[in-house]
């Protein structure tokens, strides 16, 4: 959560029990501790992430003091934080018929059952916890909201923020952790509403900034994500990620020159990042700026032999400077680390296609379809060589194979009711145009040159018309 609502009081008398208490361990002594001390104890060791030493001083609590239910409840709190719920589900039965009136042992129980899986159990205790807490139930309020953050349930989460927001609205912090729920669970248009509202009134959390640039770049609000980096720069310069992530919305925008600005100042301080200088190589690549791409792919390789994108890189540079037999041997790398991606056998397709080894392109433009049947930029190739070599007759048995193997595919389904058109089988490239339209008709102005006029029926210009 944005801010953490309990801390420790008295932090004098705590250091002062805890090293009564470890000097005890340390010395193997056997001293008395009363019921308070052994709560500050125990609360100290969870708070600190030490589970070893919770549990240690649980066990010697629960023999010193058998009786006492608020050892026991911090018994079960460590139990819990050693995943072992059943057991707490019994031992809160147990307590729930001494102190029925105990809003914690509801508030565990709730959060035994939600770690559990039983989250309509889950929310019944916790209903039943802020009931019963008749003294302060906006901290069992709160406390549930952590809970059901800390075990992922967001959406429920939201629900008891909004109740926690109605008892203490003048607590900033609530509408940031409410974002966040939001955010997790894909209400973007709900996150970036309650960023904002935090943000009026703490315009100085970088957190917040950075976060909602997130939300507005999942929106396609590309400016306001900008200018949300911007922010959370100015009040944390050395924030990395929205370096980064400013970085990826300017190259993604083509301001190449922007976005390597700021790539350079995140390598400034991650120096040792091959994706950044991946992405610095890739800038000065659309820039035509050949040396310096390589240079940083070249960096980004000694940092990191086997990085697959930067081989992929100085690939694409060799290929765009004419170096075609540089470019077969770079594209190979590639595949050899990484053979499932589909990137590198259509790269190594245009490369063949360029030296005028048409069969070694096709080889590798099925290779790259069988990777990922929906790579449409090497279903559009694909089609190309077999229009320019005026094959489709003699290529339909293997598209219509390749039907059958994979279905209906946009890119594949394009080419099939091209092949059919060429073979004079019109229903059949009537069905399959209509289906690859209805799937994604933007991509059929890549497959236009695949249907010649003079080949098209009334029946299928009315389509096309329609697309």
């Known amino acids: 959560m944005e801010e953490e609502r309990f801390g420790f009081a008295h932090e004098e008398d705590i250091a002062d029990v805890i090293r009564r208490y470890e000097r005890m361990r340390k010395n193997n002594e056997n001293l008395f501790f009363d019921v308070s001390d052994f709560e500050l104890i125990i609360d100290y060791y969870l708070e600190c992430n030490n589970p070893a030493k919770a549990q240690d001083a649980a066990e010697l609590a629960v023999y010193q003091h058998p009786n006492s239910v608020s050892i026991q409840l911090r018994q079960a709190r460590v139990w819990l934080d050693k995943g072992r719920a059943v057991e707490t589900l019994r031992l809160l039965r147990k307590l729930e018929n001494l102190e029925p009136g105990n809003h914690e042992i509801y508030l565990i129980k709730g959060t035994a059952l939600g770690m559990l899986g039983d989250i309509a159990g889950a929310r019944r205790m916790f209903d039943t916890a802020i009931m019963t807490d008749t003294e302060e139930p906006e901290n069992t309020l709160y406390a549930v909201t952590s809970i059901l953050q800390n075990l992922n349930f967001y959406e429920d989460m939201i629900f008891y923020m909004h109740k926690l927001i109605e008892k203490e609205p003048y607590f900033h912090a609530h509408y940031y952790d409410l974002a966040f729920a939001y955010e997790k669970t894909g209400d973007l248009i709900n996150a970036a509403r309650y960023y904002e509202t935090y943000l009026e009134e703490e315009p ?238 933007e991509l059929f102005n890549d497959f236009r040159f695949f249907y010649p006029d003079n080949l098209l029926t009334d029946q299928l210009r009315e389509l096309i018309k329609n697309i």
């Open 204 to 441: 100085l959390s970088d957190s917040a900034w950075y976060n909602i640039g997130i939300v507005y770049n999942k929106l396609e609000e590309y400016d306001k994500a900008l200018r949300a980096y911007d922010y959370s720069l100015a009040v944390n310069p050395v924030n990395t990620f929205a370096l980064f992530n400013k970085g990826n919305i300017l190259c993604n925008q083509e301001r190449y020159e922007e976005a390597l600005s700021a790539y350079h100042e995140y390598l400034d301080l991650e120096s040792e990042s091959p994706e950044a200088m991946t992405y610095i190589a890739e800038c000065y690549e659309k820039l035509d700026q050949f040396d310096m791409a390589r240079k940083y792919f070249q960096d980004a390789i000694e940092d990191t032999p086997e990085y697959t994108e930067a081989w992929f890189g100085l690939g694409i540079v060799a290929f765009r400077t004419g170096a075609f037999n540089d470019a077969v041997m770079l594209f190979g790398k590639c595949i050899r680390l990484d053979d499932k991606n589909p990137e590198s056998y259509h790269m190594l397709a245009k490369t063949f296609f360029s030296l005028g080894r048409i069969k070694e392109c096709i080889r590798n433009l099925k290779k790259a379809l069988k990777a990922d049947p929906f790579f449409d930029e090497a279903w559009i190739d694909l089609a190309s060589i077999v229009f320019q070599t005026g094959s489709e007759i003699k290529a339909l048995r293997h598209f219509e194979k390749a039907h059958r193997i994979v279905g209906d595919v946009p890119g594949l389904n394009y080419i099939l009711a091209g092949c059919h058109l060429a073979a004079g089988k019109t229903r059949e490239a009537y069905d399959d145009l209509q289906r690859a339209s209805g799937a994604d008709n």
